[in-house]
């Protein structure tokens, strides 16, 4: 029943912004584009969640994609806080938040 | 009569128990006593017990001819389980087993012993540490009745092991020489060769008779010997092993017999373990006396007539021994020929007269070993306890120092001349009706064993250079005018302490062959049909008239060249010479063996230090560097960039998704999934 073109173009969607999620992750320097790429990947996943529990065959499985992905908004959420709470630090320690000139997380 | 002659049999352990006594008396007590030789006298008198008990057993033995008295007493006992290789467990004996060959040895032992002890009185009165000196002599002692006594053969080799470190203390007796303490470590070093080689004979002949044996004969007895003296090798002995059982086994039995032949070799001083004998003479005389020349050295002989006599030897096993024996009475009396030394000559001599008896135990005649074995007893420690006499009265064992001797130590001379009489098989002494018993036996086997001739003429060689050698050391002791050397005491006969025994053993070396022509004497060597006893004549006279002959020779010889305080000089210039340098040098055999020691086996250790240096530890550290590499540059990853991690995380990723949707399905389609 499902639509066969939606699907793709639905999937599309989400693979694009976990590839540019994925991208920005990889050549981003400054720790504040850094987290916003994360949080583009992290929204392909939620949209996958809610685009395949519209197609639930019940609603109580319909629900559980749906909660999926309120649950995975709120984690991003705490995660960019505890995230923001690491760039402030950053800055005060070294005035700096470029990921690149630090790497005190060596032994 | 209330209580029977064989009753007594089974008090047998007293013997060893007196002697036990003995040596806890005087070694935790004898230094308090208010003299040191009271010790000695109370090592005498517990002795003197001991040989009555001794005496009184063999004389039992006469009456009842051939009995058999076994008294076990469980040492080990373990539970079988029903399965496995003792389903019933195992059951490891001590015990005394009085029959006439115990109870002919402990004849040996126990007067021997006792006469020993009362010349050591006088012998030593002048040394310390006379306590450690009796007390190890009464352990000796009880060691060496424990192994006569023994019933089987665990218990042999355990009692055989304690008289090895008792003479081990005792040729160490004079420890603060150096050469003593080195010749106690030799004795002890070189019979531990052959005690190895008895353990392994033991565990070879355990393993075929009780573990694949037909009925597990030894299984069931631990290790004992078999009641009645039936070979386990005769097939319709008392364990009916059967010739086809034997056949099956024939290789792995002469490798034990081999190596009883080892231990025995060992013990007894035989070619090639030979070599420390003569220097365990560094000990005191009185236990040259008793345990190299009269008891622990026979052991070895004693054995291999226990074996041969319990188990049997295959025919390769009796030649080997033959072999041994027939050549060591040649080899050791050629090296006698030329000592200086009063004692080592008579520890030669020792050497050659137990080649005779392992010669006539490998020929098959254990019971005429046995009677050399008896008569050679008294004879060398009549030798050894004059010489020993002589040593204690001119403070040297240098012959050439001596001289005229005769005159000053009369009673002495006699002594020695009486063992010498008897030593070079001089009728009627002792030494000639045993001797002649092992050459004509000997020679009675030839026709069937024509591989036994070569043996059979080294021995009958050995009777001259005997003869030769015993009356050239008597000759330089005592005939002449006075000392060669001036700076010698003036020497006196000994007191009475020494006189006694040697009067004893005088009359030992003049009756003991013809002892056992006594009917009751002579039932000591019938153990029944399977053991052939002595024939007690002259059986071949032909052989009788020729080793006469040589042994007169000898005399003669040594007469010509030595006689009246003549010196024989071999010219420097002589062809035999060299022949001289090489029985001085004891054929090279101690350099030899020190050259094994010090160099082969110094190699061996390098080598083997090597391996561990280079080898073991060398494998060791390298993989610990390898490791240590790989860490180094695998830490390396650990960069502290963010990125770096982020790349980790998406290329493993990556990998993973690469590896589930393509290389999986992949693989399992090619497996046929």
Known sequence: MTDPFATAGFLGLSGALLVIGLFGILTRRNFILLLISIEIAINAAVLNFVYFAAYAPSAPIALEGQSAAVVVIALAATEIAVGLAIVLALNRVRGSINVAESSELKL | ?673
């Open chain 2, 1 to 673: 009569m209330v209580f029977g002659w064989a009753d007594l049999n089974g008090y047998a352990f007293l013997v060893p128990l007196l002697y036990v006594l003995s040596f806890v008396i005087v070694g935790l007590f004898g230094h308090r006593l208010p003299r040191a030789e009271h010790g000695g006298w109370v090592a005498v008198v517990l002795a003197g017990l001991a040989m009555v008990v001794g005496v009184l057993i063999a004389v039992g033995e006469m009456v009842n001819p051939n009995t058999w008295t076994d008294t076990q007493y469980v040492w080990l006992h373990t539970v079988g389980n029903g399965t496995g290789t003792f389903p019933h467990g195992l059951e490891l004996i001590m015990g005394t087993l009085v029959d006439p060959i115990s109870a002919l040895m402990l004849i040996v032992v126990t007067v021997v012993g006792f006469l020993v002890l009362l010349y050591s009185i006088g012998y030593m009165h002048q040394d310390r540490g006379l306590a450690r000196y009796y007390a190890e002599l009464s352990l000796f002692l009880t060691a060496m009745t424990g192994l006569v006594l023994a019933d089987n053969l665990l218990q042999f080799f355990l009692f055989w092991e304690l008289v090895g470190v008792c003479s081990y203390f005792l040729i160490g007796f004079y420890y603060e020489r150096p050469s003593a303490a080195s010749a106690a470590k030799e004795a002890f070093i070189v019979t531990r060769v052959g005690d190895i080689m008895f353990l392994l004979g033991v565990f070879i002949y355990f393993y075929v008779f009780a573990l694949v044996g037909p009925n597990g004969g030894w299984a069931a007895n631990g290790f004992a010997f078999a009641l009645g003296g039936h070979p386990f090798l005769n097939a319709p002995g008392g364990y009916g092993v059967s010739l086809l059982f034997l056949n099956a086994h024939s290789t792995i039995l002469t490798v034990a017999g081999i190596m009883i032949l080892g231990g025995a070799a060992g013990k007894s001083a035989q070619f090639p373990l030979h070599v420390w004998l003569p220097d365990a003479m560094e000990g005191p005389t009185t236990v040259s006396a008793l345990i190299h020349a009269a008891t622990m050295v026979a052991a070895g002989v004693y054995l291999l007539a226990v074996t041969s006599i319990f188990i049997g030897f295959t025919p390769t096993d009796s030649l080997a021994i033959v072999a041994i024996g027939g050549f060591t009475t040649f080899f050791a009396a050629t090296m006698a020929v030329v000592q200086p030394d009063i004692k080592r000559v008579i520890a030669y001599s020792t050497i050659s007269q137990l080649g005779y008896m392992v010669l006539a135990v490998g020929a098959g005649f254990a019971m005429v070993g046995l009677y050399h074995l008896f008569t050679h007893a008294f004879f060398k420690a009549l030798l050894f306890l004059a010489a020993g006499a002589v040593i204690h009265a001119v403070g040297s064992q240098d012959l050439f120092k001596m001289g005229g001797l005769g005159k000053s130590m009369r009673f002495t001379s006699i002594a020695f001349l009486i063992g010498a009489l008897s030593l070079s098989g001089i009728p009627p002494f002792a030494g000639f009706w045993s001797k002649d018993d092992v050459l004509s036996q000997v020679y009675g086997t030839l026709g069937t064993h024509p591989a036994y001739w070569p043996f059979f003429l080294l021995a009958l060689a050995a009777v001259f250079l005997t003869a030769y050698y015993i009356f050239r050391a008597w000759f330089l002791a005592f005939s002449g005018d006075h000392p060669r050397d001036p700076n010698l005491p003036h020497a006196h006969d000994p007191p009475w302490t020494m006189r006694v025994p040697l009067l004893v053993l005088s009359g030992f070396a003049i009756v003991a062959g013809v002892l056992p022509y006594l009917p009751a004497f002579g039932k000591l060597f019938d153990l029944g049909a399977d053991v052939p006893p002595p024939p007690f004549g002259f059986s071949d006279a032909l052989v009788s008239v020729v080793s006469f002959g040589l042994a007169l020779a000898g005399f003669l010889t040594a007469y010509v060249l030595w006689s009246n305080g003549r010196v024989y000089a071999l010219p420097e210039r002589s062809p035999a010479q060299p022949v001289r340098q090489l029985l001085l040098h004891r054929y090279y055999f101690k350099a030899g063996f020190d050259a094994l020691g010090l160099r082969g086996i110094y190699l061996l250790s390098r080598i083997a230090d090597w391996v561990d240096q280079y080898v073991i530890d060398g494998t060791i550290r390298g993989l610990e560097r390898a490791f240590g590499g790989l860490s180094g540059r695998a830490r390396r990853m650990q960069s502290g960039m963010v990125l770096d991690y982020a790349t980790f995380v998406v290329g493993g990723l990556l990998a993973l998704l690469l590896f589930v949707l393509i290389v999986g399905p992949y693989v399992l389609h090619l497996w046929g999934g």
